[in-house]
């Protein structure tokens, strides 16, 4: 799987887990890929899954 680059927008952050839109701070990136970043709920869901 590639990522397009080109269709990440850092200004509209959007849930890589659910697909919502939130503000940045509220989106929690992953360690190894900080492109991408998950809400706190799926945050917590994968957490605890
Ligand atoms: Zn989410």
Do not use: N
Not at 13 to 34: I, M, N, S, T
């Amino acid at each position: 799987m590639t990522v397009a680059e080109e269709t990440f927008q850092p200004s509209a952050p959007v849930c890589w887990c659910c697909g919502g839109k939130f503000e940045d701070r509220d989106l929690v990136r992953l360690g190894a890929h900080p492109e991408v970043g998950v809400c706190i709920g799926c945050a917590k869901y994968t957490a605890y899954s």
